[in-house]
């Protein structure tokens, strides 16, 4: 759970449980994208996350970058709404412009 008073905000990445899942959904603990709003953030016990994997296939709507030194894939096909409880650490933060405009497209 993420300590105290931080502010989380749309474009950090934290380590999230994402356990139960069911069938392909994403499982375990791993990073995620907060993509909800900072108003929302900051009003609600829950944040939309999208997870964060070195795996998986290839789409466009799963942006590819590099990540802590890795390749990486954001699974915007995965949007998951999760309580801040799920929040273990924060791992750092992806720059808006890489993500933000294929999230847009997918939700037109």
């Known amino acids: 759970m993420v300590k105290g008073r931080a502010q989380i ?8 449980n994402l356990d139960p899942s ?11 994208l907060v993509v909800s709003p ?7 016990t829950r944040v939309i996350v999208a997870p964060v994997t070195s795996a998986g296939q290839a789409l ?4 590819e970058l ?9 699974l915007l096909d995965q949007l998951r709404s999760v309580d801040k409880a799920r929040l273990t650490g924060k791992l750092g933060e992806i720059e ?3 993500w933000h405009p294929v999230l847009l497209q ?3």
Do not use: H, Q
């Open 9 to 16: 905000k749309r474009g950090d990445v934290y380590w999230v």
């Open 22 to 32: 069911l069938a392909t959904e994403s499982r375990k603990t791993r990073p995620a």
């Open 38 to 44: 900072d108003d929302m953030n900051a009003a609600l």
């Open 60 to 63: 466009g709507c799963r942006p």
């Open 66 to 74: 590099a990540f802590a030194g890795k390749s990486a894939k954001i």
């Open 96 to 98: 808006a412009k890489l």
């Open 106 to 108: 997918m939700l037109k």
